[in-house]
């Protein structure tokens, strides 16, 4: 029988997942960490993964509209589209791997901080989108695989918006029952807002003298209002 340390000291997230790996099972043992280690993580980790999916969102909406303008927007566009689906499949794994079944020993999940049967009752299921978009993150962008042609072919591009919003409502649904020790207050009230707020961000592309773009702008106007679907 393996011994390990339920609890590392404060601020000890490495030697903490030396500890639950060493259990060698699938389904991590619970209170891995204590609830101090879990508010430094949610304050750092879980806020920057979701403001990472609500800033990469709201650059693609601009930018997609000029994706075919030439290489350069074609790559900007592609490059904060693999942003997105990464931190979206990160944010959809914390929400519902355990549900799924398919987390791994080393995974902070949203088990870490509320209790089971409170997420039976309040977080809402995986949405098909949801589904989907882990799928595609996985296929797609995170290995190569004969899926990313299927898709390429099926004409099923993201839809960012729409991902962005399951996952927003997601958590507006669980975070008030997130505990107090495991969460800051900021971190909380971000994550219980309603509706998608996305920053309004200005996408320019600059001509050069044959008329094709070498290069581009991005500036942020201002903080856009709740948008619903």
């Known amino acids: 029988m393996v011994e390990v340390a339920l609890h590392g000291a404060a601020g000890d997230l490495d030697a903490v997942s030396r ?10 043992p619970p209170n891995s960490l204590s609830d101090q280690e879990l508010r430094a993580y949610a304050d750092e980790h879980l806020q920057y993964e979701f403001d990472m999916l609500i800033w990469s969102a709201g650059i693609l909406a ?3 509209a000029h994706h075919d303008h030439g290489y350069l927007p074609w790559s900007l566009n592609n490059a904060v589209l693999n942003t997105f689906s990464v931190h979206a499949r990160n944010l959809i794994s914390f929400l519902y791997s355990r549900s799924q079944r398919k987390d791994r020993p080393t995974d902070i999940l949203i088990e870490d901080y509320i209790d089971e049967e409170i997420l039976e009752e309040h977080l809402p299921p995986i949405t098909p989108l949801l589904e989907e978009a882990i799928t ?3 296929k797609q962008v995170a290995h190569m695989t004969l899926e ?4 390429e072919k099926e004409g099923k591009a993201w839809k960012f918006i729409d991902v962005a919003n399951d996952i927003v409502a997601a958590f507006q649904s669980i975070a008030p029952h997130f505990p107090d020790p495991r969460i800051s207050t900021e971190l909380r009230d971000k994550l219980s807002r309603s509706g998608l707020i996305i920053p309004a961000v200005k996408a320019d592309a600059l001509d050069d003298i044959d008329g094709f773009p070498s290069g581009g ?6 903080r856009s209002q709740d948008r619903q679907k």
């Open 62 to 64: 601009p930018l997609a």
């Open 136 to 138: 595609k993150a996985n």
């Open 148 to 151: 990313r042609v299927d898709y």
């Open 217 to 222: 702008t991005l500036s942020l106007i201002r």
């Open 19 to 28: 500890n639950r790996v060493s259990w060698g099972i699938e389904m991590k």
